[in-house]
């Protein structure tokens, strides 16, 4: 997924993204290192608060 990549072109922190997404910081992080697989709503509200199509973050489409 491309979430860090995003967030570090917007020049955010894990924690902005986490207060503007309403997503725990942990989960954030998890996500980023491929640790564990989000939930679809979490993805839509990481795209949200990135103000980009979800399709951006998984890379499809």
């Keep these: 997924m491309k979430i860090a990549k995003i967030r570090h072109a917007k020049g ?3 924690d902005r993204l986490a207060k503007e997404s309403g997503i725990g910081r942990r989960t954030i992080i998890n996500i980023e290192g491929a640790i564990k697989t ?6 839509y509200a990481v795209a949200a608060a990135l103000d980009v199509p979800l399709a951006d973050l998984v890379g499809v489409l």
């Design 38 to 43: 989000p939930r679809i709503d979490t993805l």
């Design 12 to 14: 955010w922190s894990i």
